[in-house]
């Protein structure tokens, strides 16, 4: 069974510092995986993909992926109070329907004044 | 500007009363989906469709339907309305299948008594 795992938080961050937001999957079929932003009583929107293993940064946001260690990390460096949101992580299986999308069930962050 | 719409917003109702959530996309995309978010349990998909008269199942599909016949829409019927399905319902499009990026609407919250 394809699987994403995050910690539901909170996490809670102060204002300017690193928040490193993980994320784990059970299947080693998965080609690629994303992040996608929800603010509260807000729809997801996506912010990050990765594809292959290292990291890709995108302005604030770097994505990590280790397929070897399955596991798949957004770093958001000087974090803002916009930040505060849940984070959801969302892999990607080749042959599966639905877009072959599989999605954890968020991380609560909290970016603090 | 392209957009994806749901309507109602919101919605409350009975036990045992036929409810469908519509959802209107502007985008052109074949791939539409269906997805309700519940606490502990985040996305979970319904029912998704690649195009035209084209519908699947998904992981919750139990007790909804839906129907695709244009492009634009992508109605989900609750035959029969029980309070496990009081939930968030987001509804999503997509151009290209495997590419993880999914386009959301604003999301329906439906409470059923």
């Known amino acids: 069974q394809k699987e994403v795992e995050q910690n539901s938080g909170p996490l809670s961050v102060p204002e300017g510092a690193i928040a490193s937001l993980n994320c784990t999957y059970s299947?080693?079929?998965?080609?690629?995986f994303f992040w996608y932003r929800q603010y509260s009583g807000k729809s997801p929107e996506l912010i990050m993909s990765?594809?292959?293993?290292g990291d890709k940064e995108d302005g604030r946001f770097t994505a990590q992926l280790n397929k070897a260690s399955q596991y798949v990390s957004l770093l958001i460096r000087d974090s803002q109070p916009s930040d505060s949101a849940t984070y959801l992580c969302?892999?990607?299986?080749?042959?599966?329907?639905?877009?072959?999308?599989?999605f954890g069930k968020g991380t609560h962050l909290i970016i603090q004044p | 500007d392209a957009e994806i719409t749901q309507s109602p917003r919101h919605k409350i109702t009975e036990t045992g009363r036929q409810v469908t959530l519509a959802c209107h996309q502007t985008?052109?995309?074949?791939?539409m989906f269906w997805y309700r978010q519940d606490l502990g349990h985040g996305l979970r998909l319904i029912h998704y469709?690649?195009?035209?008269?084209?519908?699947n199942k998904g992981e919750v599909s139990d007790g909804y339907s839906v129907s695709r016949s244009n492009t634009e829409d992508l109605p989900l019927t609750l035959e029969s309305a029980a309070s496990s399905q009081t939930s968030v319902y987001f509804c999503?499009?997509?151009?290209?299948?495997?590419?993880?990026?999914?386009?959301f609407g604003e999301g329906s919250r439906l409470t059923v008594l």
């Open positions: 469709s690649y195009g035209v008269q084209d519908t």
């Open positions: 985008w052109n995309h074949n791939n």
């Open positions: 990765i594809y292959s293993n």
């Open positions: 969302a892999g990607l299986y080749s042959g599966g329907g639905a877009d072959g999308l599989t």
């Open positions: 299947d080693r079929g998965s080609q690629s």
């Open positions: 999503a499009s997509s151009d290209l299948v495997g590419t993880g990026e999914l386009f």
